[in-house]
């Protein structure tokens, strides 16, 4: 019965973070990061996990150097944004591993920029 009640919660939390970025697809950028080779119980595997998501958020705000203040601005303000907007999806999976209801083929997170 648990692992029925943890696997629907895992589908459940998948869908919330998969329908926003498809009912949004025209204006939402969006980009995988994986976990599955991370240890998320150590600071370094969260550590890691957390650096990927910033470099995701850079990649979909096109964060990189310009002599535009507002692009620049506006990157780095996207580039926030993203990064507090998969802050959830970081907690939970770390949670998820602490409980050990880790679901296989569940091990990644969605960082998305608008």
């Known amino acids: 019965m648990l692992k029925t009640i943890t696997a629907f919660a895992a589908v459940l939390a998948a869908s ?7 009912s949004h697809a025209e204006t939402l950028t969006s980009k995988v990061v994986t976990y599955a080779d991370l240890d ?7 550590k890691i996990l957390f650096r990927r998501i910033g470099n995701a ?7 990189g150097y310009t002599r535009e203040f507002a692009r620049e601005f506006a990157a ?18 770390i949670d998820s591993y602490r409980r050990g ?9 969605i ?3 608008r």
């Open 111 to 113: 960082v998305t920029a």
């Open 40 to 46: 998320l119980l150590s600071p370094s595997g969260q």
């Open 16 to 22: 919330a973070l998969v329908l926003p970025t498809v």
């Open 76 to 93: 780095t303000q996207c580039r926030a944004v993203a990064v507090a907007s998969a802050q959830p999806a970081y907690e939970a999976a």
């Open 57 to 63: 958020a850079d990649a979909v705000c096109e964060v």
């Open 101 to 109: 209801t880790v679901t296989v083929g569940a091990a990644s997170l």
